[in-house]
Structures are given as C-alpha cells and as structure tokens.
C-alpha cells in the first residue's frame, strides 16, 4: 500500500493516494485501463487456483490479482460477445441496446460510455476486437480488428484508414498489446486516459503463437468432474445443445489434425480448416502444418484401436493444451503492459480491469463454448486493481458486466444516467471487496442467441449466489417452455435439477415471483 501524503479525490468516490513531490502536474482522474479477453475461462486463470491453472499458470494475470481484487462472483448479462460489448458500451442490458443475438444490432442513437468520458476530459482509445456492425464511437483513437478477428496477420481499421481494414505482419495478441502501449507512449500526458485492450485471444479455433505449439505437450490435464455428465434431471436445452466435445468439436477445424479422414466425422464436413489459416504467409503455413503433423502421427497411428472413450478424452487433451497455449500469450502480454504502466509510474493513478466478456467451458458438462446460464459461461473472471488499495484480496460481491459503465462513469465523476441498473464498483473497491450495505440481492441473465450452430434455447432466469432460477423457452412456440431451479451450495456443479422437489416450493415459488417482478422493474417483454 502507498503511504498517503496527498489525497485527491476521484468522482463521487474514491481517494488516489499520490506520494508527496512526484508527478505533482499529473491530471487529477484516475486513468482506466480495461483488459477483456474474448472467451477467456476463470478455471485457466492460476489466481484463481483451479486444477487446470495449476498446470498452466498465468504468472503476470496473477501479479494484477496480487496488487488488486479477485472477483469470485462476477457474472454477464448475456454469455456471447456482441451482447457483452454492447453492454460494455451503453451500461444497458441486452433488451434496452437491441444487441440481444451475436449478429443483430446494436442501437445506434444510444450514447455510448467512452463519449462521456471523451466529454469529460479523457482521451478513449479502443484497440482490437470491436466485433459489433456499427463503427466504433467515443474514441480519440482505435485501431479495431475485422468482425472476429484474426490470429495470424490479422487486419485492423484505424481512423486512418478510410474505412478499410489493413493487414498487420504478427500475432493478434502480440499486436494488440503493442497497440495498447503505443497508445500510451503518444497521448497527451496532461490528461487522463481511458484504454480499452481488447483480445481475440483465446477465441475459437485456438490458435497458438509458432513459439508455444508444443508448449505442456506432455501435460495430462485433468478432466473435470462433470465431463461425462449424462444431463439426468435437466430438460431439453442441456440435451440438445450442440457444444460436446465429443461430437460438436471438429477433428480438423478446432483440433488440427490435418491427416483425419472429414468423412468418418459429421461436423467437420462444415468446416473450411483452410480458410482459418488462410492469412499465414507460406512458411508460417508450412511450418504450422509440420509441427502439428508431427504431433499428430502418434493419434493417427493409435486412433483405429482407440475406444470412444480414449478418442473423447484424446480430444479434450488437444483442445485444453491449444487453448492454455494462447493464454500463455495473453499473459506475455499482460506483463508487457503492467510492466510499462510500472515504469512510467502509471501505477499510482491508473486502475486496471482484467475480464473477458463471458465465460468458457472446458469440458464441464462435455462441452466447449459458454451461451448457458450455468456457472462456467455466466461466470467470468475479474481482477480490478486499485491504485492505494491493499492487494491479494478476493471480493465475492456479486457484480455483472452492467457495472463497468457506472464505475467507469464514477471514477470520471460523471453523473449515472437513469436507464442504467448496473452499479459503479467503486465503493466495493473503497471496501477491500465486501459488499456494502444495500448492495444487490440478485442478478437478472438473459440469452437470445438461439441458433443452429450451438442450439441453445432461449433462456433468462435470476440468481442470488446461492439459488438459481432458469425459464427456458421457445421463441417460435413449438416447444414448451419450462423451468430449472439449482442450490449452488448443496450442488455446485448444477447437476441436481430442484425444480420438481416438493422441499423446494416456497423457495421456487418466491424465485419465481422475484424473476417476473425484475422482468417488470427493467422492462423485459419477452420470455
Ligand atoms: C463463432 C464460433 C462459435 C461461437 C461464436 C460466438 N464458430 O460463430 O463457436 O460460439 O462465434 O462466439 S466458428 O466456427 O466460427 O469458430 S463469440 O465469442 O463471438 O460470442
Ligand atoms: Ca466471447
């Protein structure tokens, strides 16, 4: 902690300790530096010591979370990337900006939050995957990643680039974060800044940087306790779902395996694996393809005697090792940027947000991909360091990604529009993480996104930490709707559906009343 020789005060709330004599012609709020992954899980996170991270630890991710706050209840409106960033952008949940699927829009005539911390004084700066159809708005600079992005030798947009995008040599992660710094290096110093670094990574299909293809190739990663869950109890959303590792996972798109017969495997007979490296320049290609054709004889070879068994687990190995790989370099980059904000002395006056814009599942369940309200994808990471806060602290407040707007609004000391029902942080901040009184009881969740890619249904619910109430249903009618009621206490993994057991009626009729009364209180209509 720094010893407080000078106060000022941020917004309505928080106190930034400056040591006496250094950086005295320094702007007076707090400069905001917002990291969000794109699918990063909080289980491939080592602060948040879960068996997987253990094995792939994320040694500067950690650093922030020593300095500053590990959430452990953190949760998003709508577990999908559009949704999440339109979210990120207006304060607004999904139904108030029309960004309810991944491929609607966005309301336009909204005003998004870096606007007003543009008007009030800051520098915005938006660097990398933007993923929404209108053009980036409220920032001095941008330099935003094509729709998903890409890994290798990706294209960005600038202002300067008349609208179109440019391929950059290197890799997404590496670029973002020297964009990121970049940035940094050229903003007006007399003022405060709002930077927003925003990752591909670690997006589908996994694409690793040359340098960590074989990085933990000998690793056994531990399934989780729910891989061979057999759904028993939940109702068709959880059956029919198309995110199984086992038979929804592609042999070639996602898991690289070049050599493998399409044919003796339906889900890969939609997948182009080309066009996910078609932006490798020749050698890199080449050496992509030697390195995995080398990893893969070993399987090819095994694979006609493998039981199915052997065959799942073989797949969840590939793709846990894949994707920690690509985390292994949004770590790389997290260090980088902490390092410069440490050596510019950015550290007193800067708070910094690590999240990613939903959760991921990997293999809980048997699945990959998030869209449920089960905790993996409604949960996301979190770590907010505060400048004079202690470190090493965990908060289990529950907060959702509603709250970044107000909070950054706060620390900008501009007021909260009305329409907004997420709340700023900040006070959680001031309270080493405990709630503070009259702080929310329950969180509202949401998902639209109902398509055949990963079919999952229509489903909204509420949640209060312990219980869980989910109301799935059909937004073409042919299919009943119906309910699922969890107690994440007795049941963490959410395997025990409650929602028939008589014990549980006054608790599932008060859920009940609750979820219509929140659908009323912020306008949703369709359920
Ligand atoms: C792509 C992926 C899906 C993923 C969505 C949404 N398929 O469509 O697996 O769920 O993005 O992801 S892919 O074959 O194109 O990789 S999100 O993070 O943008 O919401
Ligand atoms: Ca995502």
Redesign the pocket.
């Known amino acids: 902690m720094l010893s407080c020789t000078s106060g000022v005060a941020i917004g309505s709330a928080l106190t930034v300790c400056i040591p006496a004599g250094i950086h005295a012609d320094r702007p007076k709020q707090m400069n905001i530096v917002y990291i969000m992954c794109?699918?990063h899980s909080f289980q491939t996170i080592s602060a948040y010591q879960h068996p997987l991270s253990r094995l792939a630890p994320t040694p500067n991710i950690d650093r922030l979370a020593r300095m500053g706050i590990r959430f452990d209840r953190a949760y998003v409106e709508n577990s999908?990337?559009?949704p999440s960033r339109a979210c990120l952008m207006t304060g607004l949940y999904s139904h108030q900006n029309g960004q309810t699927m991944?491929d609607n829009a966005i309301d336009t005539t909204i005003t998004f939050i870096p606007e007003l911390l543009q008007a009030s004084g800051y520098q915005t700066a938006m660097i990398g995957k933007w993923?929404m159809r209108c053009e980036p708005r409220g920032f001095d600079d941008y330099r935003v990643l094509s729709n998903?992005g890409e890994y290798y030798n990706p294209r960005f947009k600038t202002p300067d680039t008349q609208g179109r995008y440019l391929r950059q040599k290197g890799y997404a992660t590496e670029l973002i974060a020297d964009y990121a710094i970049d940035f940094m290096e050229k903003r007006d110093k007399n003022r405060p800044f709002l930077l927003y670094v925003h990752h591909k990574a670690p997006?589908?299909?996994w694409l690793p940087p040359m340098k960590y293809l074989d990085l933990y190739e000998d690793v056994d990663f531990p399934l989780p306790e729910t891989f061979y869950d057999d759904y028993d109890s939940r109702g068709a959303a959880a059956r029919d779902q198309r995110m199984r590792i086992d038979s929804d996972m592609s042999m070639i798109?996602d898991l690289k395996v070049y050599g493998y017969d399409s044919t003796l495997y339906d889900c890969d007979r939609f997948?182009n694996w080309k066009g996910s490296l078609s932006n490798f320049t020749q050698d890199e290609r080449r050496a992509w393809i030697a390195a995995y054709d080398r990893k893969n004889e070993a399987f090819l070879r095994a694979s006609e005697s493998m039981t199915h068994d052997e065959f799942v687990r073989w797949k969840f190995q590939r793709y846990i090792k894949d994707y920690v790989r690509v985390i292994k370099s949004v770590d790389d980059s997290v260090g980088r940027l902490l390092d410069y904000l440490e050596s510019n002395h950015l550290m007193d006056n800067t708070l910094i947000v690590y999240t990613s814009?939903q959760g991921f599942y990997m293999g809980e369940h048997g699945w990959f991909?998030?869209r449920f309200m089960y905790e993996e994808s409604f949960r996301t990471p979190l770590i907010i360091y505060v400048p004079g806060g202690k470190g090493g602290l965990t908060s289990d407040a529950l907060v959702q990604n509603l709250d970044f707007g107000p909070t950054f609004l706060d620390i900008a000391g501009v007021p909260q529009p009305e329409n907004m029902y997420g709340r700023s942080i900040l006070p959680v901040l001031r309270r080493e993480g405990r709630e503070p009184r009259r702080w929310r009881k329950t969180l509202y969740y949401h998902f639209y996104d109902h398509t055949p890619?990963?079919n999952v249904m229509r489903h909204d619910g509420i949640f209060d930490k312990r219980y869980k109430f989910i109301h799935f249903y059909d937004e073409t009618g042919n299919k009943p709707s119906y309910e699922e009621f969890f107690d994440l206490q007795t049941d963490p993994n959410e395997l025990k559906n409650l929602i028939d057991d008589p014990k549980y009626r006054r608790l599932t009729d008060k859920f009940r009343k609750a979820l219509d009364a929140t659908r009323k209180d912020i306008g949703v209509t369709e359920f």
Do not use: F, V
Request: charge should be negative; hydrophobic fraction near 10%; aromatic fraction near 6%.
């Open positions: 794109d699918d999908l990337s559009t991944l993923h998903q997006h589908r299909p798109y997948k814009d991909d998030k890619e990963h």
